[in-house]
């Protein structure tokens, strides 16, 4: 079975073989336009790491994605003094959701290059 990192490597090298073919100056404001939009797979996961609360999202893009967990660990710091175990599982949840993003930054990342490096070409 192919791992989804891989089917991310094999469609970042065919967009590298598309981007090729183009003609030079072409080819420089493909990369000049790519260069600007590409994200680095590191400040993801150091964000993610940091904030555990959802601003990784941000950093791709992903504003719903960021608000909810947002929203969900301030709920959760608010539920804390109210009804404490909701509020523990509140911010589980969004801890929970995060470790896998964490663990899986590379393969992120590059799924979001791709789509950027798409939409350019």
Same mark, same amino acid.
């Given at each position: !079975?192919?791992?989804?990192?891989?089917?991310?490597?094999?469609?970042?090298?065919?967009?590298?073989?598309?981007?090729?073919?183009?003609?030079?100056?072409?080819?420089? &404001?493909?990369?000049?336009?790519? =260069?600007?939009?590409?994200?680095?797979?590191?400040?993801?996961?150091? !964000?993610?790491?940091?904030?555990?609360?959802?601003? /990784? /999202?941000?950093?791709?893009?992903?504003?719903?994605?960021?608000?909810?967990?947002?929203?969900?660990?301030?709920?959760? &710091?608010?539920?804390?003094?109210?009804?404490?175990?909701?509020?523990?599982?509140?911010?589980?949840?969004?801890?929970?959701?995060?470790?896998?993003?964490?663990?899986?930054?590379?393969?992120?990342?590059? =799924? /979001?290059?791709?789509?950027?490096?798409? =939409?350019?070409?």
């Amino acid at each position: !079975m192919v791992s989804s990192e891989e089917v991310e490597l094999l469609r970042e090298e065919k967009l590298r073989v598309l981007a090729g073919e183009l003609s030079g100056d072409e080819r420089l &404001l493909y990369w000049t336009e790519v =260069q600007k939009r590409l994200k680095d797979p590191d400040t993801y996961a150091a !964000m993610n790491f940091a904030f555990i609360f959802g601003l /990784h /999202h941000f950093y791709l893009g992903k504003w719903i994605q960021g608000l909810l967990a947002i929203g969900l660990f301030t709920a959760g &710091l608010i539920t804390l003094f109210i009804v404490p175990m909701a509020g523990v599982l509140l911010i589980a949840c969004v801890v929970c959701s995060a470790i896998p993003a964490l663990f899986r930054s590379d393969t992120i990342v590059r =799924q /979001h290059n791709n789509e950027v490096m798409e =939409q350019i070409y």
